[in-house]
Structures are given as structure tokens and as C-alpha cells.
């Protein structure tokens, strides 16, 4: 038998333990465990349950002793620039804000009167968000001044599950590349800018590559779910394992890693930080090996899943597919990237609100609502494909879409047409798999990236629509 790797894959709105091993030059997976997660509200704060978290990380591991498939190593993935501050008893110091709180409004333009939009856009790549670190932080230096001062550590999301079940500190480069103060050129914490921005030097540590191991669980982790393992780090922005499972080896190879956001873009060997890019908002996050991703953020599934939730969850995913397709002449649009979708108080009522300001008609029934979103998000990446295309100078023949996204067909159809290319679709787990795929190659499973892509294309189900 050969041996089983744990992929620990934290999204926003649950997580799951999924075991992989390699078989015959194939990946196989097994989810053995779920969870639930979600921001919180908290007075007027939208917060992260860490305690809820890590119970269900170590509750996920005891159930690897139950069924006896015991990992030989595991790495932790989650969304980025979420952190947790630790004072110098590794105690953790303020609240653990969640990207979608508003505290950061506004910060933008603050941080942009200290150091230019386009200097920090030349030396960092990230791309203008409110709910960067590098704004939260900031939102932080002038509401909480001695939260920043009792702090010795910034450990990112997975960074800091990472030390709870292991004890080691250590930054993980791709997440922290999502803070906008990781030096493009350097692979580095852009230090000059730390200091201009009044955060404390001593709380960025040296950011390590995937691949890197962390540590053995603390004793009374591994005494409480009864065996021991190696934490490896690995890509622990979840994007950045998702595009490991691109199933490509083409250098020109255009992917949506497609989930409660839509990250669209391309691999390059360099951060691309013109002003072309910066102007079209497109952000240079780092990835396996240093490889970067150009890309831009879409507020993807976000949207139907919020309008899911508003009418109960009584509608799967796949039904509402179904029903935007029959309602699929629906003319109306919105922008899905407008900021006025990351977090209104009723997602139905905001479309409507942004439909009637632009003299469109309003949908009457959820068929048509979920054609709205869907044919939105279509428009959406057509565009980005035109605005990748413009700023790289190449041609993409096809477009790759990676993770749960890729199980809506509709949307898959809708995308070929918009683009005007053929779609490639899956592996829906893509997230998981490259967690995975970044332990197998540290453990000699693989040699490379290339040949565990190569075993992506054998090992999972890809489906082509024209």
C-alpha cells in the first residue's frame, strides 16, 4: 500500500480532510471528514472562529485513526490575508477579523496618501482590494494601537493552525504574498514599506516555500488523536494549490480557479507590474516553486450562493443551473465584480437595486435571478480573457476551470460562449488535489509539477464543452 497524504482544505464557508495517495502513477482521493465554517457577527465586527476551526482540524485527524489510514504528512489551506497577531507568550492578542468586515472602507486612499498607488503597485503586484492586510493592518494601526503593539507575530490562517498543532512559527510565502507587502522582486517583506506604514517590524517572518516542513505534532495533539505525522507547508493560499492542479503543461495556460470567488488568470515567471495591469486591477500572487499568478479577483459563486441562502437553501446548486438555463433569454446584467456584491445585507434586493439603476429589467422568478448571476459572471470573465490577453501580448486557446465551479455545466457552457473558447473542466477538488500533489512531490511521489500535472489529467474526471 502506498502511503496516504491529508489535505486539510479550509474555504469560507466549510472545510473537509481529504486523504490522497498515489497509485499505479494516479492520484487518489477520499474525503473522510466536513465541517462548517463562516465569519461571525460580533457587536458590529465580522470575526473567524479559530477555536471552532482547530477543533474541527483535530476532530478530522482522529478520524483518520478511525478508519486506519494514517497520513504520513498533512498541509493546511485556506483563503488569504486573513491573520492571527500573537504577543511574545504566543498568546493570541485582538480579534481575528474576517476579510468581508468594513473596518477597512476607506483605507485605500489612507495607505495610497502614505505611498503612491502606483509605487506600491510597482513593487508588490497585489491589486487594489479594501480587504487586503496590508488595509487591514492599517485599520488596525489607528483603531487598536496596542493590539499592533502587544503583537511579536502575524502568522497567516493556515500559519497559525500550522503552530497550534505543531508549535513552530513560520510564514508561508503564497499567503503572504496576498498581504500586499511581500516584495515582488525579492519574494521578500517589502521592509521599507513596513516601516512607512508605522507596523511593527518584529511581527513578519521570513516567508517559506511549499514544500518546506514545519514540524511533528505537539505531544498532546498527537497523544490526543493517537499517532504522530509531519505538518509540511505547502501552497496554503488555497488558489495558489488549486492552480498546481491546472491539468496543463502548455506555458500559456489560462485557468479559473472557480469556487466562492472566481480567480482568473495565468502563470508567469515574473510578477507582470505595469501600469496596464495595475490600471485593469489585476493582482501577482505568488505560487508553487515562485512561480506568479496574474490574475484578478471575480466575486464568482458568492453571489448565487448568497442568494441560495436568502431563499433557505431549498434549491441545490444544480437546480438553480437548471433553472437559469430555462429562463436563459433573460436579458439583464450587472458588473459581478462591483464592490456593492462583497457583502450587501440582501443580495437579491442589491441586483435589483443595481438593475433598476441602470434601466434593466428586474427578474421575477429565481430562474431568472440566477440567470442574472450566472450570465453575469460569463460576461465577467470574457472580459478578463480580453484584458489578459491586451496585457500579456498571447493567445489562450482554452480555458481551464478548476474547483467546484467546474461542476456547472451551465456555467461552463455560458463561459465557452462568452470567451469563445473551448472550456477544460476539473478537477473539481483542485484545491485539495495540489495541497496534495505539493506533499507528494516533497516525498519523492513525483519528481516535479510537470509530471503530477500530467498525473491530474489521468487520475480525474475533465470534461471539454465547446
Same mark, same amino acid.
Request: aromatic share 8%; proline share 4%; charged share 25%.
Given at each position: 500500500m502506498s502511503d496516504h497524504y491529508l489535505a486539510v482544505d479550509i474555504g469560507a464557508s466549510s472545510g473537509r480532510h481529504i486523504l490522497g495517495r498515489v497509485e499505479n502513477g494516479k492520484i487518489e482521493l477520499e474525503e473522510i471528514y466536513r465541517f462548517e465554517n463562516g465569519m461571525i457577527h460580533s457587536g458590529d465586527s465580522l470575526l473567524w472562529d479559530t477555536e471552532?476551526?482547530?477543533?474541527?482540524?483535530?476532530?478530522?485527524?482522529?478520524?483518520?485513526?478511525?478508519?486506519?489510514?494514517i497520513p504520513v504528512t498533512m498541509g493546511i489551506d485556506t483563503w488569504g490575508v486573513d491573520y492571527v497577531l500573537l504577543d511574545d507568550e504566543d498568546k493570541t492578542v485582538g480579534k481575528t477579523y474576517g476579510y468581508r468586515d468594513h473596518r477597512t472602507d476607506g483605507y485605500p486612499d489612507k495607505v495610497y496618501n502614505i505611498i503612491s498607488e502606483k509605487e506600491l503597485y510597482a513593487h508588490t503586484g497585489t491589486q487594489k482590494q479594501s480587504f487586503n492586510t496590508i488595509f487591514q493592518l492599517s485599520a488596525l494601526r489607528d483603531s487598536e494601537p496596542e493590539v499592533l503593539e502587544k503583537a511579536a507575530a502575524m502568522l497567516m490562517m493556515p500559519d497559525y493552525f500550522g503552530f497550534r498543532l505543531t508549535g513552530v512559527k513560520k510564514q508561508e510565502y503564497t499567503n503572504a504574498t496576498t498581504t500586499g507587502l511581500i516584495n515582488a522582486l525579492t519574494n521578500d517583506w517589502d521592509?521599507?514599506?513596513?516601516?512607512? =506604514?508605522?507596523?511593527? #517590524?518584529? *511581527?513578519?517572518?521570513?516567508?517559506?516555500?511549499?514544500?518546506?516542513?514545519? %514540524?511533528? =505534532?505537539?505531544?498532546?495533539?498527537?497523544?490526543? *488523536?493517537?499517532?504522530?505525522?509531519?505538518?509540511?507547508?505547502?501552497?496554503?493560499? #488555497?488558489?495558489?494549490?488549486?492552480?498546481?492542479?491546472?491539468?496543463?503543461?502548455?506555458?500559456? +495556460? =489560462?485557468?479559473?480557479?472557480? %469556487? +466562492?470567488?472566481? =480567480?482568473?488568470?495565468?502563470?508567469?515567471? !515574473?510578477?507582470?507590474?505595469?501600469?496596464?495591469?495595475? @490600471?485593469?486591477?489585476? +493582482?501577482?500572487?505568488?505560487?508553487?516553486?515562485?512561480?506568479? @499568478?496574474?490574475?484578478?479577483?471575480?466575486?464568482?459563486?458568492?453571489? *448565487?450562493?448568497?442568494?441560495?441562502?436568502e431563499l433557505g437553501d431549498r434549491y441545490s446548486f444544480a437546480e438553480l443551473c437548471d433553472m437559469?438555463?430555462? $429562463? @436563459? !433569454?433573460?436579458?439583464? @446584467?450587472?458588473?459581478?465584480? #462591483?464592490?456593492?456584491?462583497?457583502?450587501?445585507?440582501?443580495?437579491?434586493? $442589491?441586483?435589483?437595486?443595481?438593475?433598476?439603476?441602470?434601466?434593466?429589467?428586474?427578474?421575477?422568478?429565481?430562474?431568472?435571478?440566477?440567470?442574472?448571476?450566472?450570465?453575469?459572471?460569463?460576461? /465577467?470573465?470574457?472580459? +478578463?480573457?480580453?484584458?489578459?490577453?491586451?496585457?500579456?501580448?498571447?493567445?489562450?486557446?482554452?480555458?481551464? *476551470?478548476?474547483?467546484?465551479?467546474?461542476? /456547472?455545466?451551465?456555467?461552463?457552457?455560458?463561459?465557452? #460562449?462568452?470567451c469563445g473558447r473551448m472550456v477544460i473542466a476539473g478537477p473539481d477538488e483542485g484545491t485539495a488535489v495540489g495541497n496534495l500533489m505539493c506533499q507528494m512531490i516533497s516525498a519523492g511521489d513525483f519528481k516535479d509539477l510537470k509530471e503530477a500535472r500530467a498525473a491530474v489529467t489521468e487520475s480525474f474526471d475533465i470534461k471539454t464543452y465547446n
Open positions: 471552532h476551526l482547530f477543533t474541527e482540524i483535530v476532530n478530522g485527524l482522529k478520524r483518520c485513526k478511525e478508519i486506519g489510514k521592509r521599507e514599506f513596513i516601516a512607512k =506604514l508605522g507596523f511593527p #517590524d518584529r *511581527i513578519f517572518l521570513k516567508p517559506e516555500k511549499p514544500g518546506t516542513r514545519l %514540524g511533528n =505534532l505537539r505531544s498532546e495533539i498527537a497523544d490526543e *488523536i493517537g499517532f504522530d505525522l509531519t505538518v509540511m507547508i505547502i501552497g496554503s493560499h #488555497d488558489t495558489a494549490s488549486a492552480v498546481m492542479s491546472v491539468p496543463s503543461s502548455a506555458e500559456d +495556460t =489560462l485557468y479559473i480557479s472557480s %469556487g +466562492t470567488w472566481s =480567480l482568473m488568470g495565468v502563470e508567469n515567471p !515574473t510578477a507582470v507590474t505595469t501600469d496596464d495591469a495595475r @490600471r485593469a486591477n489585476f +493582482t501577482n500572487e505568488g505560487g508553487y516553486d515562485y512561480r506568479y @499568478r496574474f490574475l484578478k479577483n471575480i466575486m464568482g459563486l458568492w453571489m *448565487i450562493q448568497q442568494v441560495r441562502h437559469a438555463e430555462k $429562463e @436563459r !433569454t433573460f436579458p439583464s @446584467r450587472v458588473d459581478a465584480n #462591483d464592490p456593492r456584491f462583497l457583502s450587501p445585507d440582501n443580495m437579491q434586493e $442589491e441586483i435589483r437595486k443595481a438593475l433598476r439603476e441602470n434601466g434593466q429589467k428586474e427578474p421575477e422568478n429565481v430562474g431568472q435571478m440566477a440567470a442574472v448571476i450566472y450570465q453575469s459572471l460569463a460576461n /465577467a470573465y470574457a472580459k +478578463t480573457l480580453d484584458e489578459i490577453e491586451s496585457i500579456t501580448g498571447r493567445h489562450y486557446e482554452a480555458v481551464n *476551470i478548476i474547483g467546484g465551479g467546474s461542476k /456547472a455545466s451551465y456555467l461552463n457552457l455560458l463561459t465557452a #460562449d462568452a
